[in-house]
T-cell receptor, first 113, second 115 residues
Framework: GENVEQHPSTLSVQEGDSAVIKCTYS??????FPWYKQELGKGPQLIID?????GEKKDQRIAVTLNKTAKHFSLHITETQPEDSAVYFC????????????FGRGTQLTVWP | GAVVSQHPSRVICKSGTSVKIECRSL??????MFWYRQFPKQSLMLMAT?????????EQGVEKDKFLINHASLTLSTLTVTSAHPEDSSFYIC???????????FGPGTRLTVL
């Protein structure tokens, strides 16, 4: 099955700085890569996703890049704010309705004011 | 975006009792829903895939007789933890595919505490 590795496990940045979280996957058949933000005691919230026919996607302060050849994808958050503090999970799937998500271990992001 | 709800948000029960958790897709239909369990500071672990009109598919190591799943309609799946024990205490989260079909939307989770 698919194996998703996520780094770093913890990340601390100063408010206004950028944060980057990286993930690698093992199954070249995976073609859908979402990122989720989870606040304490809540369910994961989809913040951005990318499909394998695209190399980069941006939504305001958040961007995701995908390198299919190297099988890795990254989340970039610019101009970080304290409310960005949360656990971020990357995931990979085969991209069908029945396609289960394979999650990374998560990154605890802390943004210091 | 698509909304998934869960009920209850928190439940405390005594050891040996059964607890039912509901997962609903509020503004879309879902023939498939997924149930996860999450321990503190850990990632989401897929327990089972709930299929409307047929039996659930369980992940390896998950006891199907202990975690009963019923996908009663296109908007409702339930997870029943039978004869709960303290080691079943965890955060249970469901998800359903919406939008383009591959996008998974998660419920807010249910915190189960077994005394």
């Amino acid at each position: 099955g698919e194996n998703v590795e996520q780094h770093p496990s913890t990340l601390s940045v100063q408010e206004g700085d950028s944060a980057v979280i990286k993930c690698t996957y093992s199954d070249s058949a995976s073609n859908y890569f979402p990122w989720y933000k989870q606040e304490l005691g809540k369910g994961p919230q989809l913040i951005i996703d990318i499909r394998s026919n695209v190399g980069e996607k941006k939504d305001q302060r958040i961007a995701v890049t995908l390198n299919k050849t190297a099988k890795h994808f990254s989340l970039h958050i610019t101009e970080t704010q304290p409310e960005d503090s949360a656990v971020y999970f990357c995931a990979a799937s085969l991209g069908s309705t029945l396609g289960r998500l394979y999650f990374g271990r998560g990154t605890q992001l802390t943004v210091w004011p | 975006g698509a909304v998934v709800s869960q009920h209850p948000s928190r439940v405390i029960c005594k050891s040996g009792t059964s607890v039912k958790i509901e997962c609903r897709s509020l503004d879309f239909q879902a023939t498939t829903m997924f149930w996860y369990r999450q321990f503190p500071k850990q990632s989401l672990m897929l327990m089972a895939t709930s299929n409307e009109g047929s039996k659930a598919t369980y992940e390896q190591g998950v006891e199907k007789d202990k975690f009963l799943i019923n996908h009663a309609s296109l908007t409702l799946s339930t997870l029943t933890v039978t004869s709960a024990h303290p080691e079943d205490s965890s955060f249970y989260i469901c998800s359903a595919p919406g939008g383009r079909g591959d996008t998974q939307y998660f419920g807010p989770g249910t915190r189960l505490t077994v005394l």
